[in-house]
């Protein structure tokens, strides 16, 4: 992986924290298949204009984690003026100017969108935005950064810069955040959820937490409260399909941080527990396992005004809410999918089966659940028209024949085909 490991140097600046810069070369498959005719020659144009240019943040703690990663984000010495400057010299075209406030410019080269941003440091905050201010100081860049894994950088050469330790604490399964937990906090809240998000993504042991940070979570996680829930739930839902989710969500109630993100603050966790423990191996959905902390609908609704989720999201709730309960395997025939597939069947909403798959996960039914991901919705055999020519006229008694003709389908598991169901019709009543 590495093809050679440079001394290290130390590196500082009056009133931060000192750590040592460690430089080392990266060749892999991965991180040479990112170099397409594209990123190819937006090397070339920062190149051949001086201006540095270094792959950031995610992408790189990817890259050392043996990940080929979906999204490369960079970050560069250059001006938002430079760059546009540089781009336009070079007949490239930009896109998306909204960050250009944050020093992002979008450059678009041989089909590919490259997003570049300019090395910046927060000069004020309010925990949820901050006023920027460009530099061309790689380390003041870095110690902005939220977590010591997302502080990193890797040249277009391979060459690693690590100025706070991240690649120790990636290779130890580590999360951190850079210097104080307080500070990098209380700059934009929403890193708490952060924390816990990169939580389940690295670490091995669920209860690996540095004492200081819990410390400084509890003692900031008010400010969550201004937070907007739409980012909000952008964390939460994927800190709820990664590792340790059970663990974390019950951290989260000891550490009273729910009342200000949308959940419930007396969830049901040991129902969640018991929830996760059922689904975690089956991919849940992450409105799964936070369905087990709400008691009633209201705490749904509750939840979807503070976090705005979507319309689907919600639905998935108050369906798991409603039917955990009541909608379960058959005391006689335990092994029967049958409760399951009725409900399906008369629900004839496009989207009922995946419910019911939800549902399954929920209540930990596996072997009911792969027979059910078997299986394709019947489609009914017979319709109005049939009944017409039959000589049923009333469109009050249409709709009762099919709902009776539809029982008795039901009940032959969906095997009785439209000529069988229609010797039925004249036993019915009229």
Same mark, same amino acid.
């Given at each position: 992986?590495?093809?050679?490991?440079?001394?290290?140097?130390?590196?500082?600046?009056? =009133?931060v924290?000192? &750590?040592?810069l460690?430089?080392?070369?990266?060749?892999?498959?991965?991180?040479?298949?990112?170099?397409t005719?594209?990123?190819?020659?937006?090397?070339?144009i920062?190149?051949?204009?001086?201006?540095?240019?270094?792959?950031?943040?995610?992408?790189v703690?990817?890259?050392?984690? $043996?990940?080929?990663?979906?999204?490369?984000?960079?970050?560069t010495?250059?001006?938002?003026?430079?760059?546009?400057?540089?781009?336009?010299?070079?007949?490239? &075209?930009?896109?998306?100017?909204? =960050?250009?406030?944050?020093?992002?410019?979008?450059?678009?080269?041989h089909?590919?969108?490259?997003? %570049?941003?300019?090395?910046r440091?927060?000069v004020?905050?309010? =925990?949820?935005?901050?006023?920027?201010?460009?530099?061309?100081?790689?380390l003041?860049?870095?110690?902005?950064?939220?977590?010591?894994?997302?502080?990193?950088?890797?040249?277009?050469?391979?060459?690693l810069?690590?100025?706070?330790? =991240?690649?120790e604490?990636?290779?130890?399964?580590?999360?951190?955040?850079?210097?104080?937990?307080?500070?990098?906090?209380?700059?934009?809240?929403?890193r708490?959820?952060r924390?816990?998000?990169?939580?389940?993504?690295v670490?091995?042991?669920?209860?690996?937490h540095?004492?200081?940070?819990?410390?400084?979570?509890?003692?900031? $996680?008010?400010?969550?409260? *201004?937070?907007?829930?739409?980012?909000?739930?952008v964390?939460?839902?994927?800190?709820?399909?990664?590792d340790h989710?059970?663990?974390?969500?019950?951290l989260?109630?000891k550490?009273?941080?729910?009342?200000?993100?949308?959940?419930?603050?007396?969830g049901?966790?040991?129902?969640?527990?018991?929830?996760?423990?059922n689904?975690?191996?089956?991919?849940?959905?992450?409105?799964?396992?936070?369905?087990a902390?709400?008691?009633?609908?209201?705490?749904?609704e509750?939840?979807?005004?503070?976090?705005? %989720?979507?319309?689907e999201?919600?639905?998935?709730?108050?369906?798991l809410?409603?039917?955990r309960?009541?909608?379960?395997?058959?005391?006689?025939?335990?092994?029967?999918?049958?409760?399951?597939?009725d409900?399906?069947?008369?629900?004839r909403?496009?989207?009922?089966q995946?419910?019911?798959?939800?549902?399954?996960?929920?209540?930990?039914?596996?072997?009911?659940?792969?027979?059910?991901?078997?299986?394709?919705?019947?489609?009914?055999?017979?319709?109005?028209?049939d009944?017409?020519r039959?000589?049923?006229t009333?469109?009050?008694?249409?709709? *009762?024949?099919?709902?009776?003709?539809?029982?008795?389908?039901?009940?032959s598991?969906?095997l009785?085909d439209?000529?069988?169901?229609?010797?039925h019709v004249?036993?019915f009543?009229?």
């Amino acid at each position: 992986m590495w093809s050679r490991l440079l001394s290290p140097r130390v590196v500082g600046r009056a =009133g931060v924290w000192w &750590r040592s810069l460690y430089t080392m070369q990266l060749k892999t498959s991965d991180f040479r298949s990112l170099f397409t005719e594209g990123l190819n020659g937006l090397v070339e144009i920062f190149e051949k204009n001086n201006h540095e240019l270094r792959i950031a943040g995610g992408a790189v703690r990817d890259l050392l984690s $043996g990940k080929r990663p979906e999204d490369v984000d960079f970050a560069t010495t250059a001006t938002p003026e430079e760059m546009k400057r540089m781009f336009q010299v070079a007949g490239v &075209r930009m896109i998306n100017n909204k =960050g250009e406030a944050h020093g992002t410019i979008t450059a678009r080269l041989h089909n590919e969108n490259f997003e %570049v941003t300019t090395l910046r440091l927060d000069v004020q905050t309010d =925990g949820r935005h901050a006023e920027v201010e460009f530099t061309k100081d790689w380390l003041r860049d870095a110690e902005r950064r939220d977590l010591t894994i997302n502080s990193l950088f890797l040249g277009l050469d391979g060459t690693l810069y690590d100025y706070f330790k =991240g690649y120790e604490d990636l290779q130890n399964r580590k999360v951190r955040f850079v210097g104080s937990a307080e500070q990098r906090i209380q700059e934009d809240y929403l890193r708490i959820l952060r924390y816990f998000r990169f939580y389940g993504r690295v670490a091995v042991e669920p209860d690996d937490h540095e004492p200081e940070t819990l410390t400084a979570i509890r003692e900031n $996680g008010r400010g969550l409260a *201004a937070i907007s829930g739409e980012r909000i739930w952008v964390e939460l839902k994927k800190m709820v399909v990664g590792d340790h989710a059970a663990h974390l969500l019950e951290l989260m109630y000891k550490l009273e941080l729910a009342q200000y993100i949308g959940l419930p603050p007396d969830g049901d966790v040991e129902e969640m527990k018991q929830v996760w423990q059922n689904a975690k191996d089956h991919s849940p959905k992450p409105m799964t396992v936070l369905a087990a902390l709400f008691h009633c609908p209201e705490e749904v609704e509750k939840m979807d005004l503070r976090l705005k %989720v979507s319309r689907e999201e919600k639905n998935l709730a108050l369906f798991l809410v409603k039917h955990r309960r009541e909608l379960c395997k058959s005391k006689d025939e335990p092994q029967s999918l049958k409760p399951f597939t009725d409900f399906i069947i008369d629900s004839r909403e496009l989207d009922s089966q995946i419910k019911v798959c939800e549902l399954l996960k929920y209540q930990g039914e596996e072997k009911l659940l792969a027979e059910l991901r078997r299986w394709s919705i019947p489609r009914f055999p017979v319709n109005g028209h049939d009944l017409r020519r039959m000589g049923v006229t009333s469109g009050k008694e249409i709709g *009762a024949t099919l709902q009776n003709l539809r029982d008795i389908w039901k009940k032959s598991r969906y095997l009785m085909d439209k000529e069988e169901l229609l010797t039925h019709v004249q036993t019915f009543d009229k």
